[in-house]
């Protein structure tokens, strides 16, 4: 059974600070990883979707990366801003079917 | 263009009552999908469709729970005799194609009193 994992479930960094989000999942067999952000009272916002056969993604400050075969994938924000604010979740897509399994979040704050 | 839609943004319903809600996904898209978010909890997969066709249903929490798309476009979940423990989030989603991007729509949050 997948299973997603994310660390930390919190974090605090100063603005302007690079930091790095992660997701690990359990069975390597995936279509694709997709990482979104959710703002507070709303519904999500796709950032990036990593399909399984792509080693990284790029997008801005954002970066992802995914590693299939050790079921890892990472979440680079770079130069980090107040609006960075909000919880990000990753998703896998498991193959053989699309129902799609998210972790439970990571929530950051970004200070000014 | 139009994002994702959803209605009613909120509803509060009395236990034992049925209640519908409803999603628009964007123009063109072939697959949607459900999801429910409780409280300090994590979004759990309820059921996706491809065009009006769900092909695992396996996802929905209990019989109390169904879901309809028409036209290739609403769709609607429907929860029946609804309980509190059926409050929460409801968001629909919807992508191009299965395993494509997804965009969410506001979501609904469902009350039993």
């Known amino acids: 059974k997948q299973e997603v994992t994310q660390i930390p479930a919190a974090l605090s960094v100063p603005e302007g600070e690079n930091l790095v989000l992660n997701c690990s999942f359990t069975d390597s067999a995936i279509y694709n990883l997709q990482w979104f952000r959710q703002d507070p009272g709303k519904g999500l916002t796709s950032l990036l979707l990593i399909q399984s056969s792509q080693r990284e993604q790029t997008s801005g400050r954002l970066n992802a990366s995914l590693d299939k075969s050790s079921g890892r994938s990472t979440l680079y924000i770079a130069a980090s801003q107040p609006g960075d604010s909000a919880t990000y979740l990753c998703?896998?897509?498991?193959?053989?079917?699309?129902?799609?399994?998210f972790g439970t979040g990571t929530r950051l704050k970004v200070l000014a | 263009g139009a994002g994702v839609s959803q209605s009613p943004s909120n509803k509060v319903t009395e236990k034992g009552k049925d209640v519908e809600l409803r999603c628009d996904p964007i123009?063109?898209?072939?697959?949607l999908y459900w999801y429910r978010q409780s409280l300090g909890q994590g979004l759990e997969f309820l059921i996706y469709?491809?065009?009006?066709?769900?092909?695992?249903k396996s996802g929905l929490p209990s019989d109390r729970f169904s879901a309809e798309r028409t036209g290739g476009s609403v769709s609607t979940l429907t929860i029946q005799r609804t309980q509190q423990e059926d409050s929460a989030v409801y968001l629909c989603a919807s992508s191009q194609h299965l395993s494509y991007e997804q965009y969410f729509g506001p979501g609904t949050r469902l009350t039993v009193t």
């Open positions: 123009s063109g898209h072939t697959a």
């Open positions: 469709f491809q065009g009006n066709s769900a092909p695992d």
């Open positions: 998703a896998v897509c498991p193959s053989g079917t699309y129902k799609y399994i």
